[in-house]
């Protein structure tokens, strides 16, 4: 009866040591419920053009694109617009542009889902 309990206690206290090491963070599993990206409201002048001053105009607005974003303007609307195919591969990082925003890691998944948001509903200048 010994030699039986032994190796069942055993599995018992590994069971019970993985289970307690089960760590599940909500966050990291639904990141879209936590972070609660707009989807909605995805306007040039409220999300766009912030998400673009935030991270990229150090470079590419009127005045800096010619000394650092390689002639590229990101500042007024008709720019972005012309551009905007080249802007989401570049900050989706794939392989076909240069990745964006330069030396900066990527942007979070949500400016990226709006950004495709707001080409798909026809890139308003709203
Ligand atoms: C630190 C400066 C810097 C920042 C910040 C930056 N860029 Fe750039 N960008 C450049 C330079 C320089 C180039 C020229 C290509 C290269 O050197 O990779 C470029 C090129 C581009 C291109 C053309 C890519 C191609 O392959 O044709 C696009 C589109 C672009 N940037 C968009 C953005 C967007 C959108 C952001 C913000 C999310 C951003 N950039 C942030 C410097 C920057």
Sequence with gaps: MKR???????????????????????????????????TTNVTFSGKIAPLLANNCLSCHSNATAASSGNGIR????ADVQARAAAIAG????????SPMPKNGGK???????????WVSKGMLNN
């Design 4 to 38: 039986l309990y032994t190796p069942l206690l055993f599995v018992a206290f590994v069971m019970f040591l993985l289970g307690s090491c089960y760590y599940d963070s909500e966050e990291a599993l639904y990141p879209s419920l936590s972070s609660a990206c707009d």
């Design 74 to 77: 990101l500042e007024n609307y």
């Design 107 to 117: 942007l979070k998944p949500c400016l990226i889902t709006q950004f495709d948001i």
């Design 90 to 97: 570049s900050v989706k990082q794939t392989g076909t542009y």
